[in-house]
């Protein structure tokens, strides 16, 4: 029994120790490492740029090209084209939208049929959020249905779309969040997307995935190590090691 | 503000504004227009009803001469972007559209459009004083050819002329992605030869499309890996000179576009490598490389869109017909990995068959793979249900046997005939089929409505044998249902047990019957093979069935069919009709003896071994019968003898094709067998022939099987004192 108890014990320091043994790498240990690390200002500033046209902030990625002489990856042109589209959706000019969209490159909607029902499910709620009930049933009928028959999912969205003309109170039923601003912004991204991929662009700035590797290598190191770590990303401040 | 409004101009009216004198009118109409059509096939349909088509490109023809001689470039340019943009939409994904921009004449205009660029186009205008400037012409123009490139409509481009490879260089050359993406589609499109093959490689294009890999965007990395695998296709050769050192490294950046972030990318470039391996087994050898693929290819799946729907058939093409890759695919999950996302349902059809095909190809060879397939379940709850209920086996077996029935019976034609390849597949389990496992409703029912099904009657299919005359490139849809559908059938009614009474009973046997009158020779044939199957080995009441069902008559001639396989079927067929039982070699004497008749004649001039084996075969088993059935062969084999050629028993005897030497000899171990009466008198006959002669000189052939049963009637025959 004693033997048992002994082993028990010992188990019982290992663990100790292990926890203990979390390496503490220090401040100033940590700054130094950090100014180890040699990163091209070319390269922070081509983050930079990829973020503002990604954005679509052409007037900064003007100034910002004049100011640091960093050139960016697409014609800044199609950033105003593309830009005018994501606006167009924003403000409930679907229509609008879709020639704006068509001129740029008609492919895009010839060939994302779900982009393509996404905006008509939109002009779609436009009208029914406008009252416009008449022609909004004319609208699903004649545009609409044909492409639920081709797809079984569409016409699933479209039932829900159209189940907002059974209520009164559409701010209220279930299906209300179709009339959400959001709804909005999330088929104007798609349409920003869209653009951006087929000018073979990444729809997607690089600047939040580096922050996102950030946090994740920083909960891996947690477990190693307790070190000087970034909470504050906005600001980048260090914070003292807790040990 | 325009608001959302659907007051839109009817189409109709639309197009009596293309005419317009004023060109502004016509330039908002064919921008309507365009808008209309753009991402919606119903539209494109109905104005191009309307003959829409023909007006945009009667409108694009009258402005190319316009651009020559107008000054005022900024309409004329216009109207050519607008009226290229509808061109394109119309051809954008619809075959329909394809061929009616080409029927009316665009597809020249366009060409001519893009081939000699008068100066007007090629003057860089500055901004202000043309908002549409030329290079936008070039964009649309080259978009509307990329469109009809993409279909098989379009017209074959002929390589092989020194100018147009010098035109389909320019086009690669071009900075612009829509011309080189065009120069990329027509390769894809139009090279089919190994000398087109050839002629690119030699012209350099293989350079091109590799910079274009390795520098381009990402359109042109894509569209340049589909050319790729274009001339690689089945060309060893050319795949050689690419992989060594005269371009350096390209295979490695194939290779690393198979780990690109897209999705697309990585799907092409995997199809590039996979056309690369079976076209030269000995790259890309390492296993490594091949996990990789079918990990890609798997992860690929996950894509909602079309390069999900895609990634099924060319992970069927890395596999098919190779045990190393099955076996790799069956531990990398491939099976729980398909099965899972047909159990998610409602799939894209395309999607649906790919899977299902991949699926069939997985069970194809490896019983591994088949009782992986077999053990597959649904959900956690239902298969703990099975198992405390104690039918566990059971229990997995309704799964898949659901999952295949769901898929027999689904709208899509495609998706119907990659069950039956699916089902063919696993029913090839001899354990499973033994254990009469698949003969059970829940499978024949579902397989037997294909047949049944009005739209695929067997008058439907003379109609439609009829049309394919007439159009070769009509795909035989239905067809293909029925023989994959056959194929299916004939392993399930192998069925070693006693349930064989199902498929008839839900007319499974009489729709066979019917098939075997098909005017497909494919569909005889096969509903031939399922019968054959079906026969085997079966009790006497399935056997008359099937013989009333088919007559004298019908039999015979199918045996005198112009076609050899469905020859080599219906003797099978009789081969197993009339094995067993001796009444059941009374069938062959129906009517005058014309079953018989008709396998004396077809062994006279049979064109092909196999068709010796099956009726060399079935003569065996009517020799097997009593002294008049003996006699009757004895007859049969001895008057063909009366012709001046060569007796096609010593033919048979001589053919180096030791499976019908032995199926010969054993038919004479059957009329010699010293026990019945007549023996001595056939022997003697035989001897008369030269017959015994020739098989004492087999007495020490090569195959076992041919010495056993030449030894066995030299015995019979020395029982009589022959030596």
Partial sequence: ?243 | MPSATVNKPRPSELLSRLTSAEPEVKVRALREVKNQIIGNRTKKLSFLKLGAVSAVAGILADSIDDVTENNNCNNTNNILVQSAAALGSFACGFDAGVQAVLDAGAFPNLLRLLANPNEKLDYIPNEDDCSVNPVKVVDAVARALRMIYQSKLAPKYDFLQQKNMEFLISLLNSEKENVSGLGASIITRSCETNLEQKALFDAGILRKLNSLLEGGSLSQRDASLESLATIFRNNPEVISKFAGPEIGRPLSSIIDLAKDRYPRTRLLACMCLIVIRNASPHFLQDIGIKTKLIHILLELLDDPGQVGDEAPFAFSSLIVQKEDLQKLALEANAIDKLHHHIKKGSLHPRRYEGILLALADMCSKLESCRSKFLSLQVCQTKSSLGAIQGFGLQWHFSVVLNLVADALTDYNAGVRAAACICLKSVTRSIKNLSAGYFMNETIVIPLVQLFLDPSTSVQHGLYRWQQKSERPDTFPLLDVVWVAALGATSNIVVDFTTRKSIFVQCGGMKLLVQLAKSMESSVRSNALWALKNFVFQADNRLKEGVFSEFTASLLSSLIRDPEPSVQEQALALVRNLVDGCINLIEFVFAEDGLILGAIGRQLQCASKAEIGIQGMYALCNVASGNEFHKEAVMQLLVTQMGDKNQSFVIKFLQSNDSRLCTATVWTIVNLTCPSSPGALGRLEKLRNAGIVTQIKNMVNDPCVDVKLRVRTVLGQSMAFGDN
């Fill in chain 1, 1 to 243: 029994m004693s033997l048992f108890w002994f082993v028990i014990r010992q188990l019982a320091e290992i663990e100790e120790q292990m926890a203990t043994s979390k390496k503490v790498i220090t401040r100033e240990e940590w700054e130094k490492r950090l100014n180890d690390v040699k990163i091209r200002k070319e390269d922070m500033n081509k983050l930079v740029m990829n973020f503002l046209v990604t954005e679509g902030y052409v007037e900064a990625a003007e100034k910002f090209q004049m100011e640091s002489g960093t050139e960016p990856d697409i014609d800044l042109a199609t950033i105003t084209d593309r830009m005018a589209v994501k606006k167009a959706v924003q403000s409930g000019n679907v229509e609008d939208a879709i020639e704006k969209v068509n001129d740029l490159n008609p492919e895009i909607l010839d060939t994302n049929p779900q982009l393509f029902f996404h905006l008509q499910q939109q002009r779609l709620i436009e009208l029914i959020r406008n009252g416009k009930i008449e022609e909004a049933l004319e609208f699903a009928q004649e545009e609409l249905a044909p492409r639920g028959e081709e797809n079984q999912s569409f016409l699933e969205e479209l039932e829900r779309t159209v189940s907002l003309l059974a209520f009164e109170d559409v701010s209220n039923c279930p299906v209300g969040e179709l009339l959400d601003i959001s709804q909005r912004l999330k088929t104007a991204s798609e349409v920003n997307a869209a653009i951006l991929t087929s000018q073979s662009h990444e729809k997607d700035p690089k600047l939040p995935s580096l922050l996102k590797m950030l946090i994740w290598a920083q909960n891996q190191l947690d477990e190693k190590a307790a070190y000087p770590r970034i909470n504050d990303l906005s600001n980048a401040t260090l914070e003292d090691p807790t040990v």
